[in-house]
Nanobody, 123 residues
Framework: QVELVESGGGLVQAGGSLRLSCAAP????????MGWFRQAPGKEREFVAA????????YYADSVKGRFTISRDNAKNTVYLQMNSLKPEDTAVYYC????????????????WGQGTQVTVSS
Protein backbone atom coordinates (compact mmCIF):
# COMPACT_ATOMS: atom_id res chain seq x y z
CA GLN A 1 0.00 0.00 0.00
CA VAL A 2 1.44 3.36 -1.07
CA GLU A 3 0.70 6.19 1.29
CA LEU A 4 0.74 9.75 0.07
CA VAL A 5 0.42 12.47 2.68
CA GLU A 6 -0.37 16.07 1.77
CA SER A 7 0.27 19.05 4.00
CA GLY A 8 0.49 22.83 3.85
CA GLY A 9 -3.11 23.78 3.26
CA GLY A 10 -4.87 26.52 5.15
CA LEU A 11 -6.76 29.78 5.00
CA VAL A 12 -5.25 32.65 3.01
CA GLN A 13 -6.47 35.94 1.63
CA ALA A 14 -6.83 36.50 -2.09
CA GLY A 15 -3.46 37.38 -3.59
CA GLY A 16 -1.60 35.35 -1.00
CA SER A 17 0.55 32.27 -1.32
CA LEU A 18 0.73 28.73 0.03
CA ARG A 19 3.07 25.83 -0.56
CA LEU A 20 1.67 22.35 -0.47
CA SER A 21 3.81 19.29 0.14
CA CYS A 22 3.19 15.65 -0.68
CA ALA A 23 5.30 13.02 1.03
CA ALA A 24 5.50 9.61 -0.65
CA PRO A 25 7.46 6.35 -0.29
CA UNK A 26 10.78 6.37 -2.12
CA UNK A 27 10.73 3.48 -4.57
CA UNK A 28 7.25 4.04 -5.91
CA UNK A 29 7.67 7.77 -5.94
CA UNK A 30 11.04 8.51 -7.46
CA UNK A 31 10.36 6.74 -10.76
CA UNK A 32 6.83 8.06 -11.31
CA UNK A 33 5.17 11.14 -12.69
CA MET A 34 3.26 12.80 -9.87
CA GLY A 35 0.25 15.05 -10.07
CA TRP A 36 -1.85 17.49 -8.09
CA PHE A 37 -5.61 17.63 -8.39
CA ARG A 38 -8.27 19.63 -6.58
CA GLN A 39 -11.93 19.25 -5.81
CA ALA A 40 -14.26 22.05 -4.83
CA PRO A 41 -17.62 21.37 -3.14
CA GLY A 42 -20.15 20.09 -5.63
CA LYS A 43 -17.60 19.82 -8.43
CA GLU A 44 -15.61 17.04 -10.00
CA ARG A 45 -11.98 16.52 -9.16
CA GLU A 46 -9.86 18.43 -11.65
CA PHE A 47 -6.26 18.36 -12.79
CA VAL A 48 -3.97 21.09 -11.50
CA ALA A 49 -0.38 20.13 -12.35
CA ALA A 50 1.94 17.21 -12.97
CA UNK A 51 5.68 16.64 -13.00
CA UNK A 52 7.75 13.91 -14.63
CA UNK A 53 9.87 11.55 -12.57
CA UNK A 54 13.03 13.63 -12.88
CA UNK A 55 11.35 17.03 -12.89
CA UNK A 56 12.28 17.60 -16.51
CA UNK A 57 8.71 18.10 -17.69
CA UNK A 58 5.84 19.91 -16.03
CA TYR A 59 2.22 20.34 -17.02
CA TYR A 60 -0.39 22.78 -15.78
CA ALA A 61 -4.07 23.44 -16.09
CA ASP A 62 -4.77 26.70 -17.89
CA SER A 63 -6.48 28.06 -14.79
CA VAL A 64 -3.27 27.95 -12.74
CA LYS A 65 -0.59 28.47 -15.37
CA GLY A 66 1.70 31.32 -14.39
CA ARG A 67 0.54 31.26 -10.76
CA PHE A 68 1.33 27.73 -9.55
CA THR A 69 4.63 25.86 -9.76
CA ILE A 70 5.06 22.13 -9.27
CA SER A 71 8.43 20.74 -8.23
CA ARG A 72 9.89 17.67 -6.58
CA ASP A 73 12.80 16.57 -4.47
CA ASN A 74 13.37 12.85 -4.96
CA ALA A 75 15.99 12.77 -2.21
CA LYS A 76 13.26 13.84 0.21
CA ASN A 77 10.50 11.83 -1.48
CA THR A 78 8.42 15.00 -1.69
CA VAL A 79 6.43 16.83 -4.34
CA TYR A 80 5.55 20.49 -3.90
CA LEU A 81 2.95 22.84 -5.26
CA GLN A 82 3.80 26.50 -4.83
CA MET A 83 0.64 28.54 -5.22
CA ASN A 84 0.90 32.28 -5.72
CA SER A 85 -1.66 35.00 -6.48
CA LEU A 86 -4.36 32.82 -5.04
CA LYS A 87 -7.97 33.50 -5.95
CA PRO A 88 -11.21 32.55 -4.19
CA GLU A 89 -11.92 30.11 -7.02
CA ASP A 90 -8.79 28.17 -6.01
CA THR A 91 -10.61 27.09 -2.86
CA ALA A 92 -10.74 23.28 -2.82
CA VAL A 93 -9.31 20.16 -1.29
CA TYR A 94 -5.97 19.49 -2.98
CA TYR A 95 -4.78 15.95 -3.61
CA CYS A 96 -1.51 14.51 -4.81
CA UNK A 97 -1.44 11.27 -6.73
CA UNK A 98 0.88 8.88 -8.52
CA UNK A 99 0.51 8.62 -12.28
CA UNK A 100 0.61 5.11 -13.73
CA UNK A 101 0.55 5.93 -17.43
CA UNK A 102 -1.18 7.64 -20.30
CA UNK A 103 -3.04 10.92 -20.35
CA UNK A 104 -1.93 12.82 -17.26
CA UNK A 105 -4.98 15.12 -17.09
CA UNK A 106 -7.28 12.25 -16.20
CA UNK A 107 -7.91 11.02 -12.66
CA UNK A 108 -8.21 7.51 -14.11
CA UNK A 109 -4.50 7.57 -14.90
CA UNK A 110 -3.52 7.87 -11.25
CA UNK A 111 -3.51 4.87 -8.95
CA UNK A 112 -2.56 6.12 -5.50
CA TRP A 113 -4.01 9.19 -3.82
CA GLY A 114 -3.49 11.08 -0.63
CA GLN A 115 -6.34 12.13 1.63
CA GLY A 116 -6.10 15.77 0.64
CA THR A 117 -5.42 19.12 2.25
CA GLN A 118 -7.93 21.96 2.38
CA VAL A 119 -7.07 25.30 0.80
CA THR A 120 -9.44 28.18 1.44
CA VAL A 121 -8.95 31.57 -0.21
CA SER A 122 -10.99 34.43 1.19
CA SER A 123 -11.93 37.47 -0.87
Amino acid sequence: QVELVESGGGLVQAGGSLRLSCAAPGRTFSSATMGWFRQAPGKEREFVAAISWNGGSTYYADSVKGRFTISRDNAKNTVYLQMNSLKPEDTAVYYCARHWGGYYYSTERYDYWGQGTQVTVSS
